[in-house]
């Protein structure tokens, strides 16, 4: 299995897509956005493949920087099949919502950041609960629903590598540093199913993770302690944030500035800013408000 930079926007091991080779050719897990398909192809050449030789796309979930490039690539090789969670696929055949959640949130950006996202055709699609396994051949993948990022994650492992491929239930942990932080974006960031999902992960016994932000990760029981420890302290910062009198803008500003100082201390200017632009620190406050509002507090 092969980590494959997609050099998105530039950015040296910002996003991840990740090669399961197969007799048949290949799978992709999260091929990333439409506007870093020039990185994928590349990447895809290097290993003496292209896009018609691939059979599968295995989506964590269908965030743009995940799953934007999907239907061309489903266009460009029609015979793909494209796994996905249940809550997931009706977005990819109809991603008009999708896009226009997107467009609120990124307007004049979109293009640039995600490039062109097209609809993939149900019957390319195979929707999974989590439980099902995705054969490969020989290759077999288990899957588990892995929500707290977002209500239609899914999560895969192979046992015979014993490594999990875990999207952003992982947190972001760039080239397997010992740092590993949450990624909370609004809207479906949930505290308690987040804590089962890791749950779910540590019961697969994975050697290794992977993270398309970024790349292979060690040690996973420490992964996955750091990762549950920091969805603890953020959501008690945000949650101390909005008892004090101030408004979203200026109490998102301070959580930022407050986790950027913490890593400060322990990284290099260059990593240190990595790691805030991976995470985009303001959404993950607005995330984690959200959820704890939501409860009532």
């Known amino acids: 299995m092969t980590v494959l930079d997609i050099d998105y926007l530039g950015q040296r091991g910002a996003i991840g897509a990740f090669l399961i080779e197969t007799a048949s050719g290949g799978a992709i897990v999260d091929p990333g956005p439409a506007s870093a398909l020039p990185g994928l192809r590349a990447r895809l050449a290097e290993q003496g493949l292209a896009v018609a030789d691939l059979e599968a796309i295995l989506l964590t979930h269908i965030h743009l920087d995940h799953a934007g490039a999907t239907g061309t690539l489903v266009r460009e090789n029609p015979r793909l099949h494209v796994y996905v969670h249940e809550r997931g696929a009706p977005h990819l055949a109809d991603p008009t919502r999708l896009l226009a959640s997107a467009a609120r949130l990124y307007g004049g950006a979109m293009e640039r950041l995600w490039g062109e996202f097209l609809a993939v055709p149900r019957e390319n699609l195979r929707a999974f609960a989590g439980g099902e396994d995705v054969r490969l051949g020989a290759r077999v993948l288990e899957t588990a629903y892995t929500p707290g990022h977002a209500v239609h994650h899914l999560s895969y492992h192979d046992p015979a590598s014993g490594i999990a491929f875990v999207g952003d239930t992982g947190g972001l942990r760039l080239d397997n540093a010992r740092d590993v932080l949450p990624l909370t974006p609004p809207p479906d960031f949930d505290l308690v ?77 260059g990593e240190l800013a990595r790691y805030a632009a991976g995470a985009a620190l303001e959404a993950c406050w607005a995330g984690i408000a959200r959820w704890v509002r939501k409860q009532g507090g």
Request: glycine fraction near 4%; charge should be negative; hydrophobic fraction near 50%.
């Open 193 to 269: 199913e987040w804590k089962r999902s890791l749950a779910r992960i540590a019961a697969w016994r994975p050697e290794r993770l992977v993270l398309t932000h970024f790349g292979f990760a060690d040690d996973v029981p420490w992964h996955l302690a750091e990762l549950e420890r920091g969805l603890d302290d953020w959501t008690a910062r945000v949650r101390a944030s909005l008892a004090r009198d101030a408004t979203d803008e200026e109490r998102a500003r301070a959580f930022a500035a407050d986790v950027s100082a913490g890593l400060a201390d322990r990284l290099p200017a």
